[in-house]
């Protein structure tokens, strides 16, 4: 299994990014996968989750402002983030629990700053 990160980079206040995973060696379509983030001297946190039934979950502090939507075709998962606020800056993982092992993303990096 592996999971390629990308999109990320540096956006004002305010702003919208978007960033993407690409999943080999699964099948999407009956897993689960996560975005988390990660900020310097803390754990990861899990930011949002999309599950096989098509179902969604989010961390308080991104509701309504981020949106996690995947491909099961092509084998994306995508973090669509708008409203962005500088606390939101952090290195953002992919996720998938697959048959008991823990597979992450390279990470990406975002940064939200005027």
């Known amino acids: 299994v592996q999971l390629q990160a990308s999109g990320g980079g540096l956006v004002q206040p305010g702003g919208s990014l978007r960033v993407s995973c690409a999943a080999s060696?699964?099948?999407?379509?009956?897993?689960?996968l996560d975005w988390y983030r990660q900020t310097p001297g803390n754990q990861r946190e899990l930011v949002a989750r999309?599950?096989?039934?098509?179902?969604?979950t989010y961390a308080d502090s991104v509701k309504g402002r981020f949106t996690i939507s995947r491909d099961n075709v092509r084998r994306t998962v995508a973090l669509q983030m708008h409203s962005l606020k500088p606390e939101d800056t952090a290195i953002y993982y992919c996720?998938?629990?697959?048959?008991?092992?823990?597979?992450w993303g390279q990470g990406t990096q975002v940064t939200v700053s005027s």
């Open positions: 999309t599950y096989s039934n098509g179902s969604t």
């Open positions: 996720h998938v629990l697959f048959r008991s092992r823990n597979y």
């Open positions: 060696g699964i099948v999407l379509s009956i897993n689960s």
